[in-house]
């Protein structure tokens, strides 16, 4: 517990400036009956007619100023609904602002930002599950767990149809998640892609911080090159030498991508190779924080060299999966797109 409570601790203190209490107030919408309208833009982290923290873009990369709008990612944000008592029940409320405010300050970001040279990109808001939901005690906790998930995804499910029908006319598409996002953004492609028409318009899924089974897709493969299409990506990051309890009681070797390098051939790499993390400071570009290396179904990074990293104590970096690779992400989902039109 203590060190779960260290973890919700350091999103903040890692992901989020400013704080996103300041921006509580801005989040004052109200659902009559507590269900998502994704006609409507509030229910919406991200979206391309409005502005919102996805647009961001860090100071030292503003000379980037050609984007493309010919592909959408639909990006799945992770738990940010972590109060321990689930005041609001085993959901957050879809119209909940501070969840909301913090979903837009730390993941949408911090992470969906990530993708903004690349494509248009669109993040539901959902019901998300508490993330105690992962940490079950008892037989009941179990059901409400599982149910709570998918109430959870039933709101990705709409949102993503509503995406489709409205706004994707039949345009490529990234699927992009974190955490609790990747445990919907599975269940998604396996629903929507896996061996149906629409893998053929798939350019690639980034499916971090969770572990994906060798064989969890039919049809769906791994990527193992960094141009490959119609693939997906996974890794989930810890300190070199560790792994997690949990990651140690897992009865399959989960699919790693290596993100500096995204060729299996080529599993480790040094911190030089990062050309830049995206960290507290969002508008600051800093390189070689630390490398990647594929180990036994995760991936290990070196303890991170930035301003005030001797503080990092913890050994799980599942916070900074994307922070840590910011900019190779932000290139690798432009030469999977180019390598996709060329195709």
């Not at 973890?7 to 507590?34: D, E, G, R, W």
Request: with cysteine.
């Amino acid at each position: 517990m203590r060190f779960l409570l260290y973890a919700i601790f350091l999103v903040c203190f890692i992901s989020c400036k400013p704080s996103y209490k300041n921006f509580v107030a801005n989040y004052a919408f109200t659902s009559n009956n507590q269900l998502p309208n994704y006609s409507n833009l509030d229910y919406w982290a991200a979206h391309p007619n409005k502005k919102d923290p996805s647009d961001s873009i860090p100071y030292d990369l503003k000379t980037e100023n050609i984007f493309d709008t010919t592909v959408d990612v639909f990006f799945l944000h992770p738990t940010t609904y972590t109060d321990q008592n689930k005041l609001m029940g085993w959901n957050a409320l879809i119209d909940n602002a501070e969840v909301n405010a913090k979903t837009d300050y730390s993941s949408i970001l911090y992470q969906a930002s990530v993708f903004n040279k690349a494509a248009r990109v669109f993040a539901p808001r959902y019901r998300q599950a508490n993330l105690y939901a992962y940490m079950p005690t008892t037989k009941q906790d179990t059901l409400h767990a599982l149910a709570a998930f998918d109430t959870a995804y039933t709101d990705i499910k709409m949102a993503f149809q509503y995406f489709l029908t409205h706004f994707n006319q039949g345009k490529p598409i990234i699927i992009a998640a974190h955490s609790q996002g990747t445990t919907h953004a599975k269940r998604l492609l396996k629903e929507f892609f896996d061996g149906k028409p629409l893998q053929s318009k798939l350019v690639v899924a980034y499916l971090v911080g969770m572990p994906v089974e060798p064989n969890f897709f039919t049809n769906l493969t791994y990527c193992s090159s960094p141009s490959q299409t119609n693939c997906f990506c996974s890794w989930r990051t810890f300190k070199e030498g560790f792994k997690s309890t949990f990651a140690q009681q897992e009865q399959f070797v989960a699919v790693v991508t290596n993100p500096l390098t995204w060729d299996s051939s080529k599993p480790t790499t040094n911190r030089k190779d990062n050309k830049g993390s995206v960290l507290k400071n969002f508008n600051k570009v800093v390189p070689n924080v630390t490398n990647a290396t594929i180990a036994d179904g995760v991936l290990w990074a070196k303890h991170p060299r930035f301003f005030g990293s001797f503080l990092l104590k913890t050994k799980n970096y599942h916070i900074a999966d994307y922070n840590f690779y910011y900019l190779s992400i932000r290139k690798n989902a432009v030469d999977r797109i180019n390598s996709f039109w060329k195709k």
